[in-house]
């Protein structure tokens, strides 16, 4: 039997969302409860520049039914991105070493420090039984030619209790010889691999799209960035970089996909990254529609308590 497949975007506030998506006027504590009326999955983003406070991450809660997912994307500090201390909390940002440039450096202390706050917030997630999988997206930088997998480790025992997925950005990783020692990696550690829908180009930023990998049956990941290959390699912002617009072709071609991968996992998480105005919460309904989904008709607002 295959597994359960759920539908949603990265992010639910993005400005193209709030402009052509949402009700006109729609007070911004109300969007999350009108996008739960549409998906039953997203992605936070948000998290991979700061932590966010507990209080938020409880409004969070409370806005969504209760067979609601998170997926968490983890802060960028554990990502091998070039982190500013100004994006750790006040209290890290006293403690943590710089370099002339102001960025942090991941020494294990700071790591664990982080780590700690960061599941503090996201625990009230769970505790209410609506936390998917932690995401993990690694820098283009964590390359096969100047870093190992094993520096992966810390961080995944770390995270021993939870599920995470892990999102390269190098594709160095996922080409010739690599791709299975990539793989076995994975399988090894039970960490998620993340299979992306991305723009047909041999960039080393830009991974490859005809790899439909399942390392863990707990879980199936799927993102989906848009086939506009200048602006992925080019954009200067998120909305230029994934900036496509899938037609029903592809549409369908994604919804064979996704079928695919849940023969293998109980669950498989498909997530439109396409965020350039509202690309990805029509395109996230058409799957759901391609995928015989029950999409409701026009919402009505739901009020936060």
Known sequence: MSGKIFVGTASWSDPGFVERWYPKKLPAGERLGWYAQHFELVEVNSTFYSVPEPRMVERWCAATPDDFTFDV?????FSFHSTPAKLLPPELQKRAETDAKGNVKPTPDVQKALLKTFLRSISIVRD???????????????????????????????????????????????????????????????????????????????????????????????????????????????????????????????????????????????????????????????????LGQIVSGPAQTLELF
Request: hydrophobic content about 40%; overall charge positive.
């Open 73 to 77: 994307k983890m802060h960028q500090l």
């Open 128 to 290: 209410a039984g609506k936390l998917g999988l932690l995401l993990l997206q690694l820098s283009p930088a964590f390359s096969p030619r100047k870093h190992e997998l094993g520096e992966l480790e810390p961080l995944i025992r770390m995270l021993s209790g939870y599920d995470l997925a892990i999102e390269f950005r190098n594709r160095n990783w996922a080409v010739g010889d690599q791709l299975e020692s990539t793989i076995h990696f994975l399988r090894e550690h039970r960490a998620i691999f993340v299979n992306v829908d991305a723009p047909a180009s041999d960039h080393f930023t830009v991974m490859p799209s005809d790899i439909d990998k399942v390392t863990n049956s707990r879980a199936a990941y799927l993102r989906l960035h848009g086939r506009n290959a200048k602006a992925y390699i080019s954009g200067k912002t998120v909305a230029a970089r994934f900036d496509y617009d899938y037609n029903d072709q592809e549409i369908a071609e994604v919804a064979e996909r996704s079928k695919k991968l849940a023969q293998k996992a109980r669950e498989t998480h498909a997530i439109f990254n396409n965020n350039n105005l509202d690309y990805a919460p029509r395109a996230a309904l058409r799957l759901r529609k391609a």
